[in-house]
Structures are given as structure tokens and as C-alpha cells.
């Protein structure tokens, strides 16, 4: 066991109690050292400043050192894993989690680089895949990230980075599969915090003659971008952003008219949440919707739809009964609802969209293959007030907690004892029943969810109820 205030394997700590954990890891980061092992596993903590231990004659270092031979380093952590998979021709897996600006998206496009000039020392020369890695970086990093309270670039979707080798370890290709995109904050952020910052690039990016095509403004013309209190980032230039933007599109084949398109439907998002719903009557029904026809102009202009077309999306809803269509006029609020659902699903179509085009470019036609895989997930939040969407990612971060326990922990010491090696039991909480109050059927929460949607009469307060009756 190590006295030593600056261990770089908490395991070999003498006393493992959670002060002597935090006293290291505090001596260490003071002294300048961000990276510190737990076995296998790799704690970073987020220096919130560049460092100059990223330069590719480092990393040159670490290529084909075993693990524990160089200092506590993220490229020891991808090392392991591509010589692991070369060597027994074995896919291999990285789990990057922490909280919101703990520094996961860095982590895993730090890990990325490194493997693909890994792999490149094998090749002798730079791969494509490693054109269509870098270039998806700029388009994510717009149409995935926002600032939030916590992180000026915070992603705000999960993703699954699958890089791909041939037996001698040459990368071959990549592909990348998103989750839970945060389609909330396109409707509506918290005091001080930002939408994607693709739309913010969009309005000071765009040329004039865009803008006018467009009928872009200001971001504070728009209620989806100047209802939080914050508008700009500090030290961040919208429209060199923007320009990286469309490189980056260029690099995976959306051409110049392809973005054209995208960004129109961009404009027509914006123009959807000035949309005005109001409040209006007939003989019939009181406090029903009615449409400021002026403010649906661009909107129909932008997406190709017809005026009548589109108000009657907002403010009828046609329900069949015996055979028989009936249309119903929606109240001002339910009107509300569609117009901003109308938008989210926009956005998440052309997030869709752009995955798929990345991939489609970084494919490879190789049906044997052996991969790296990344997973890289927002973090687990507690606000005063959580969206569904982060109680989805809530939920995530504990299923990882699960496997963490029971790969890390549990099946350890089981190994230890099948090896008869003396070792205290390690006791951890077991987070199985947070995790069958949310996912067991048929009475957990996200089945009890599903039942009442399939109620046409349902409401949040039934809801509400059927959760207090059977959890209460």
C-alpha cells in the first residue's frame, strides 16, 4: 500500500474512505494532475482550461504501453481497449458518464483522436473515416449542444460511437447511434440558459441575401430564443461557428443546396414559435383557437405549406367515432401544444436526418469487422423542476449505475472469493428498486405512463393518481 499523496491508483491507498478519496484526487488536481485510476476504471476531473497534454507526440507515448506502464492518462484507457481488441479480435467498450460539464463529450472526441491516429500508425496515412469523425464534430456540437446553467457547450443527447477495425487494427469505418435528444429546449430553456446553438449560428451566419430569404432577425425577434434571459455566449463568434458548421457538412456530403434546405427549415422552426394562438368563439363553443393569420405567413412560405392547411393542423382535431369523422376545435392551449410539438418534431427529423447522412458516409462495405464502441450520456440532474426528458436520462444514468455494481463490484468480489483470496466485502447501495419503480410491469411508472396514454379522457392529475394508488 501507497502513502503518497499523489497515488495514481486509489486502490493502493491504505485507508479507502470517501475523505482520503476526495484528499487525493484534491492533492492531485492542485498539482496539476487531472487523471487518477481505480483499477481499470479512470477518474477526470474537468480543469475547465485547456491543457498541453493532448499533442499527438503524447499520445505517441502511450502507443503499445501496457496499462499502469505511463502516467494516469484518457489515452491509457483507449489504449487498453484498441490493444485488448487487436490482440483477441474482441470488441471492446468504454462507458464515459459524470454530471452535466464533467467533461464526457471531450472525453470521448479526445478518445476518438487518439484512436484514429492510433490506427493510422498502422495504415501510414490518414483514413476517410477520419475525415467523416472530425467533420461530424462541428455538426454535432451545433445541432446537439446548448449552454446550460452548468456548461456554456453542454450535449444534450446521448450518443453510441462505434469506430470500426479490420483484424490488424486499420480503421475502417464508424458509425454513431443518438439517444434522447432533448426536444424541450427547442420550445422553451431555463432563466440563463440557451437553445441548440445551431439557430444562433443560423441568424448571425447566414448572408444577407439568406437573411432576407429566410426572414431572419435578431435571435430576440424569436420567442423560442429570447425567453431564458440569455442570448449570446461570452468569447463565442456565432458566425465563425456557423462557417465550421458548413465545412463540416461539405466534408460528409450536404452540399451547398442540401444545407440551403436544411436551414430553411431551420427559419420556418423559429417562425412556427411566433406563431400567435388566440382566443376566440363561435355560436357553438366558447374559448376556442383562432390563428393570427399574419404571424403563420413565413412559416407556410418556408416549409411549402398552404395557409388553410396549416391552421387547421393548429386548431382542429379529427377524431373518428363509429365511422364517422368528427372535427373538434382545440382551446387556445391545446393549439399551443401542436404548434410546439409541430416544431420539436421538426427538429428532431432533421437531427435524425443528419445522423444518418454522417453514417451513410462513414460506412463501410466490410461485413467482418471488429469495433471500439463510446457511449457517451448526459448526466444525471436534479432540478426544482425536471422535464420528462430528463427523468428518460435520469433513468439511463441509473441503469449504468446498475451495470457499474454489478460488473465492477459485484462480480469482482465474486471472483476474489472463487480465488479464495481474503478481501472485505465491499457493500454497496443497490439501486434495483429505484430502477423496477420505473421500469417493472405492469405497475411501474413508465408502464403505468403507456396505460394512461391509451385513455382518451386521460389527464396529468389521473395520472397522478394511478401513481399514488399503486406507489403511495
Known sequence: ???????????????????????????????GFIYTYVGSILLSINPYSNLPIYTPKIARDYHGKTFGELPAHIFAIAEEAYSSMVANSQNQSIIVSGEDGAGKTEATKVMMQYLTLRANSNLGRRSTTDDVIFAADPIFGAFGNAKTISNDNSSRFGKHVQLRFDKKGIMIGARITEYLLEKSRIVCQAPSERNYHIFYQLCAGVTPEQKKSFQLSQPSDFRYLNTSGCESILGVQEDKQFEYLKQGMTLVGIGSDLQEYIFCILSGILHIGNVLIQNSSTTYHDHISAVDVKSIQPVVCLLGLTQEQFIETLTIRVSTIRGEKLRIPLKPEEAEDIRDSIAKLLYELVFHWLVDRINQFGNTDQKEFISLGMLDIFGFENFPINSFEQFCINF??????????????????????????LCPLIHFRDNEPCLSLIEKRPLGILSLLDEECRFPQATDLSFTEKLHKNHA
Do not use: W
Open 396 to 421: 439511463a444514468n441509473e441503469k449504468l449505475q446498475h451495470l457499474f455494481n454489478q460488473h465492477i463490484v459485484a462480480l469482482e468480489q465474486e471472483e476474489y472469493t472463487k480465488e479464495e483470496i
Open 1 to 31: 500500500m501507497v502513502d503518497s499523496p499523489l497515488v495514481e491508483d486509489l486502490l493502493s491507498l491504505k485507508t479507502s474512505n470517501e475523505e482520503e478519496v476526495i484528499s487525493s484526487l484534491r492533492t492531485r488536481f492542485q498539482n
